[in-house]
């Protein structure tokens, strides 16, 4: 079975810093993908980044950007210049990559981003 | 804009009452998931659908039931309310097997 760990319940950071947010997992399975989603107060979850785990390259957009370590299983996610907007609980997910009943997200219990003025 | 909505937005029931839910995918989408999201915790899977049929379900119990229309439109049915069931209820739509899924902006049930 997958599980992933978010180990920081909660982190704040002032405006136009750069703060990690950090995610680890596990699995058995060698193709897969990693997710960080991000839920403002609106509770809709927002794609902010994947990564498919057989792209060596770290994926980014725009001020985020992650850190994919596969053989240690982590999966961080650095965001720069901080934004009022980013303030939000941060999730990242895991979803092997099959069709059918193997393709459901698996969440981590999410870390709360405070982005301070 | 992800085109995803559910209905109701917040919904207040009784112990041992039955409720539905209900989510209109994004055009096209002809895959969807729910998943249940208890106070302070990440979105735990439900069960998901692809073209009518259920071809997932996480561990939850049977009064936990799904429907997929012919229009992708889905509904969750949960029997004999538990306090335990008072969460949000996130559906999410995405087409076949494709990577990203769009999510609704929830359901919030309480149980009292």
């Known amino acids: 079975a997958q599980t992933v760990t978010q180990s920081q319940p909660e982190m704040s950071v002032q405006e136009a810093e750069t703060v990690t947010l950090s995610c680890t997992y596990d699995t058995s399975e060698n193709n897969y993908y990693l997710f960080w989603y991000k839920q403002p107060p609106s509770r809709q979850m927002i794609l902010v980044i994947r990564q498919e785990a057989y792209k060596q390259q770290n994926a980014t957009e725009n001020r985020f950007s992650v850190n994919f370590q596969k053989a240690a299983k982590s999966f961080s996610l650095k965001i720069s210049d901080s934004q009022l907007g980013d303030t939000a609980m941060y999730f990242c997910?895991?979803?092997?990559?099959?069709?059918?009943?193997?393709?459901?997200?698996?969440f981590g219990k999410g870390t709360k981003l405070s982005v301070k003025p | 804009e992800t085109g995803v909505t559910q209905s109701p937005t917040h919904l207040i029931k009784t112990r041992g009452q039955q409720v539905t839910l209900r989510c209109s995918s994004q055009?096209?989408?002809?895959?969807v998931s729910w998943y249940q999201q208890a106070l302070g915790q990440g979105p735990q899977f439900i069960f998901q659908y692809y073209r009518e049929e259920e071809n997932g379900r996480g561990n939850f119990p049977p009064r936990f039931s799904g429907l997929q229309f012919p229009n992708y439109s889905s509904e969750l049915n949960v029997n004999a309310l538990e306090l335990d069931d008072s969460a949000l209820y996130l559906c999410a739509s995405r087409r076949g097997a494709s990577v990203e899924a769009f999510f609704g902006q929830g359901t919030r049930l309480t149980v009292v």
């Open positions: 055009s096209g989408h002809n895959t």
């Open positions: 997910a895991f979803r092997l990559n099959y069709g059918g009943s193997q393709g459901n997200l698996i």
